[in-house]
């Protein structure tokens, strides 16, 4: 079993649609990041929690530390926001462990 | 640029040569993270640098992969006698505080890596 499980795996929606992926993990961490890698591999970090919630622009993080999840949202989703959504746990020794990631694709 | 440079972006080679991907940290970054993607997965954790001194490479897969960081601040990974299994993209991330601690890493747009 994998320390950190996304899901979906794979997920497609009309543009305007509710996304949530989720995340669990399985090890201590220090902190929890929400990443976004578009085709091209480039990453770029989108949230850093370690708890409660926190919002930009039209994305949400949520983490509840005593149930080992996490949750991310988009409202209004848009065709630019089709990427891979990768979740990573910074463990206690500060090295990222990742989930394997959520394809998301947002059709017009 | 102002974020972590990666060079080359695409890298191929042919099995048993030895290859070495760069990685430009932001500048006054301290920590410096080395991670390995192969195709459809997640990053896995390869290295760490804090400043010039290596303090994590329990992720490096085999004694093919050594990194480097001589300066604190450019670093360099290298594959000796690559083999096919070595595909994948390699990226690098910065971050500014001593061990990341509670600063986010920020990531380059990694070398891909094909070994032929």
């Known amino acids: 079993k994998n320390e950190v499980e996304q899901s979906p795996q794979n997920l497609t929606a009309q543009e305007g649609e509710f996304i949530t992926i989720n995340c669990s993990y399985s090890?201590?961490?220090?902190?929890l990041h929400w990443l976004q890698q578009h085709p091209g591999g480039g990453i770029v970090s989108l949230f850093m929690?370690?708890?409660g919630k926190k919002k930009h622009g039209r994305l949400i993080a949520t983490i509840n530390i005593q149930e080992k999840h996490s949750s991310l949202h988009i409202t209004a989703s848009h065709p630019r926001d089709s990427a891979v959504y990768i979740c990573?746990?910074?463990?206690?020794?500060?090295?990222?462990?990742f989930g394997t990631g959520t394809r998301l694709q947002v059709f017009p | 640029g102002a974020g972590v440079s990666q060079s080359p972006r695409y890298k191929v080679a042919k099995r048993g040569q030895d290859v070495a991907l760069r990685c430009d940290p932001i500048?006054?970054?301290?920590?410096l993270f080395w991670y390995q993607q192969a195709l459809g997965q997640g990053p896995e954790f390869l290295t760490y640098?804090?400043?010039?001194?290596?303090?994590?490479k329990s992720g490096l897969p085999s004694d093919r992969f050594f990194a480097e960081r001589p300066e604190g601040s450019v670093s360099t990974l290298k594959i000796q006698r690559t083999q096919q299994e070595d595909s994948a993209v390699y990226l690098c991330?910065?971050?500014?505080?001593?061990?990341?601690?509670?600063?986010?890493?920020?990531f380059g747009d990694g070398t891909r890596l094909s070994i032929l």
């Open positions: 991330a910065s971050s500014l505080g001593w061990g990341g601690r509670h600063q986010p890493q920020h």
């Open positions: 090890v201590g961490i220090s902190a």
């Open positions: 929690l370690s708890s």
């Open positions: 990573a746990v910074r463990s206690n020794t500060d090295k990222l462990i």
């Open positions: 500048s006054g970054h301290v920590s």
């Open positions: 640098f804090q400043n010039e001194a290596q303090l994590d």
